[in-house]
DNA sequence: CACCAGGCCGTGC
DNA sequence: GCACGGCATGGT
């Protein structure tokens, strides 16, 4: 089964990817320079296996989805198979703050000017997110000169506090959002995010404005609980089903 | 001009 | 506990 690798690298989960010539797509992580055409390129590369999540059976997982509702089957059968990538934490958290109140591309915007204002260049014209010792003397009136907005202060809260990112692993799930959601301009939404996207935690359900009108539209009276064990990929075949036929 | 984007915060009740 | 307005910015 063939990954949607556009999907998976630009359809919001993550804002690290960049789609270059003839199929190619880049992203800078774990200090270098990644290029790859498919899921297949990165099967060598100890990094990319973790980050790509290569040892979950997806292929299982899009099949028990597909056979839950008529619903979930249209969106496996046009999305096609999606992974959960295991992001880092902080560039995890520090993307999804930026995240609320915005859009995909916008938010790739503010990534990109954050990695070459506050990054360090790893090849000629390709530098990498900064981390949070990076950031750690950035002011908000900084990060509202390269146009984060109101979520500026957010960032800066995010800074100081991302020691608590060190302890999430360990928790359940519960305890994840509820310590993700002291950071300022972290909500329900975009912890969920933070715990699929980077602590492969399954059980999240992100609610944006896609899905509330996918949940109100197709499934009223239902919760996550109904797309359980599988509520975060169900989610993320939903969104991207929902964004891809609007 | 309006409304929207992978929402959250502060306030009021 | 829930409802509501405000919020930076850029695109349509």
Redesign the pocket.
Known sequence: MQENLREILM???TFSWNEEEDGVFSAVLNEKVYRIKSIEDASSDQYLRSYFDLDYDYEKAMREISAKDDILKEAVDRIGLLRLLKQDHFVATIS?IL?????????K?LYDRLSRNYGHEVEPGYFSFPTKDELKNVSAEEY?AL?????AP?LVDAVGKADILDGIEEMDFDSAMSAL?E?????????S?ILI?SYQKREGF??????KKVMNTYYPGKDKSYFSPYEALC??YL?SWI?DIS
């Open positions: 359809g919001g989960q999804f995240s609320q109140n915005n859009n995909i591309k916008r938010i915007g509202r146009g984060c907005g109101f979520r957010f959601m950071i300022k301009g972290i909500g329900p939404k975009v912890a995010c996207f992100p609610m944006d404005v896609w899905m989610q993320q969104f964004r």
